[in-house]
């Protein structure tokens, strides 16, 4: 079920306290998000005339003619105290992104935001690897939109890791290609939450390199790939001292 905005409005004194104190009268429009952000708007412009931002505790009474609402966090408090209520309502609520494509359990619209994909209707939601973008293909298995993401090379991928494992896709192209700059050993790939990355298969070594979001290039004086990412050319050891020379000569 979506979360819940609740919205009241009516001619109000509205009190902050805290740094100092401030009241305010006016006819406005109080917004409790869900996570408990506290928005009160008046007439002029965007900005709100007062706000507590996830405040520890929210507390909303009315008797039907009028209503408070009490916003806590620490030493700060905003109050807002109406005597004449026109409107509240709750009113259900989603994030907001990027349209990507069509949820194919519901046929809810998916978004992209904050970097996850978001169905509007189910509220299922997929976490994105840094660097990824969602592409115009659909999976054939699910019909979730696939995904294109650099690790060494581009690997396009389900949205829904479970449907297509990027650490397959990553291991099957560059498990054990590389060997270790500290020993006679070659590099593995392994994961962790949120990082790619490569480890020495030697149990004595404690070598590890992290794979970026970019594409293989080259290969470094090191025996290394150098890889190209948003930030430019550089040897996948980043202690490598010779890297940037060999970054140079490869973009001349």
């Known amino acids: 079920m ?3 905005l609740r919205v009241l409005a009516g001619d109000c004194q509205v009190t902050e306290h805290g740094d100092r104190s401030r009241s305010y009268r006016g006819r406005v429009v109080v ?11 008046d007439a002029d ?3 709100p005339v007062a706000w507590l931002t996830r405040p ?6 009315g008797d039907g003619a009028g209503f408070s609402v009490t916003a806590r966090d620490g030493g700060r408090r905003l109050r807002v105290v109406s005597t004449e209520a026109t409107a509240s309502r709750a009113l259900p609520v989603t994030v907001a992104g990027v349209p990507v494509g069509t949820c194919p359990a519901d046929g809810g619209a998916l978004v992209r935001s904050h970097g996850d994909v ?4 189910c509220e299922r939601r997929w976490g994105l690897p840094a660097g990824a973008s969602v592409t115009d293909a659909t999976c054939d298995d699910c019909g979730l939109p696939k995904i294109r993401v ?9 949205l829904d890791p479970a449907c297509d494992p990027m650490e397959a896709a990553v291991s099957e192209r560059f498990d054990r290609v590389w060997d270790c700059p500290d020993c006679e050993g070659s590099l593995a790939v392994e994961f962790a939450p949120g990082r790619v990355y ?3 298969e030697n149990p004595d070594c404690e070598t590890t390199l992290s794979i970026p979001s970019g594409v293989v290039v080259d290969e470094c004086d090191c025996g290394l790939p150098i890889f190209e990412t948003a930030a430019g050319r550089s040897c996948l050891d980043g202690s490598c001292q010779i890297a940037g020379h ?6 001349e």
């Open 45 to 47: 412009g965007y900005q």
């Open 31 to 41: 917004l409790i998000k869900p996570d408990d952000t506290t928005l009160v708007h």
């Open 2 to 4: 979506p979360e819940r």
């Open 246 to 251: 060999t970054a140079a000569k490869t973009r």
């Open 198 to 200: 490569l480890a020495c």
């Open 56 to 61: 520890e505790s929210v507390v909303v009474e």
């Open 150 to 158: 650099e690790r060494g090379e581009p690997f396009h991928l389900c």
């Open 118 to 121: 978001v169905c509007l209707d």
